[in-house]
């Protein structure tokens, strides 16, 4: 059974930073892209960062120069260090862990974190 469990939300204030984690178990982390996406109230999900197998990474232009996308394959984990925060920033985090296999997308997906910037 694949689960991603995301840890690390929380409310901040404009200009803080937080850490998103998300820890998978039951796929072989290693091969897999992973990904942060974030929805906020009454907007559609949209990919945040994302980094590949070999640790190709890339940012949506929101975000960019403020966030950080890393992975520990001995820990089968990624992170999010979001740095200066904005309200815009608020939103539920998910992880996403996707790859091809024989032409099949496997995609999965964590149960999201709250994040919320406001003073």
């Known amino acids: 059974q694949v689960q991603l469990v995301e840890s690390g939300g929380g409310l901040v204030q404009p200009g803080g930073s937080l850490r998103l984690s998300c820890t998978a178990s039951?796929?072989?982390?290693?091969?897999?892209?992973m990904g942060w996406y974030r929805q906020a109230p009454g907007k559609q999900r949209e990919l945040v960062a994302r980094?590949?197998?070999?640790?190709?990474?890339n940012y949506i232009d929101s975000v960019k120069g403020r966030f950080t996308i890393s992975r520990d394959n001995a820990k089968n984990t990624v992170y999010l260090q979001m740095n200066s925060l904005e309200p815009e920033d608020t939103a539920v985090y998910y992880c996403n862990a996707g790859r091809l296999r024989l032409g099949e997308l496997l995609d999965y997906w964590g149960q999201g974190t709250q994040v919320t910037v406001s003073s």
């Open positions: 039951g796929i072989r982390f290693a091969i897999y892209r």
């Open positions: 980094i590949t197998s070999i640790a190709t990474t």
